[in-house]
Nanobody, 130 residues
Framework: HVQLVESGGGSVQAGGSLRLSCTAS????????MGWYRQAPGNECELVST???????FYSQSVMGRFTISQDTAKNTMYLQMNSLKPEDGGAYYC?????????????????????????WGQGTQVTVS
């Protein structure tokens, strides 16, 4: 049974930092492409960062240089270190794992993130930056 559980969200002042965690069960995190998406109220689900099975990483232009994605295979956990946070970084953050090895994550999802049904999604964690 595949499950992703996020944690680490919260409220922080602009310029602060948070680290999100996504602990997986039912699969090994270094097999599929995985990533983080963000969705603010009224906005589409946008890709923030990905880490591929070959360990290559991608960052959206808006977070490049401030966010770092990583994995700890011993803990089967993926992280998103977020520094120099801005109010526009706020929203619900979701981790996702592609359902099939080699399947790429989309740049955005129209509607709620979970409507992209080719991946396994966590329940989301809220980030508020004021």
């Amino acid at each position: 049974h595949v499950q992703l559980v996020e944690s680490g969200g919260g409220s922080v002042q602009a310029g602060g930092s948070l680290r999100l965690s996504c602990t997986a069960s039912g699969f090994t995190i270094d097999e599929p492409d995985m990533g983080w998406y963000r969705q603010a109220p009224g906005n589409e689900c946008e890709l923030v960062s990905t880490i591929s099975s070959d360990r290559s990483t991608f960052y959206s232009q808006s977070v490049m240089g401030r966010f770092t994605i990583s994995q700890d295979t011993a803990k089967n956990t993926m992280y998103l270190q977020m520094n120099s946070l801005k109010p526009e970084d706020g929203g619900a953050y979701y981790c996702v794992a592609a359902a099939d090895p080699g399947l790429a994550l989309p740049p955005r999802v129209s509607g709620p993130c979970y409507t992209w049904t080719s991946g396994y999604w966590g329940q989301g964690t809220q980030v508020t930056v004021s």
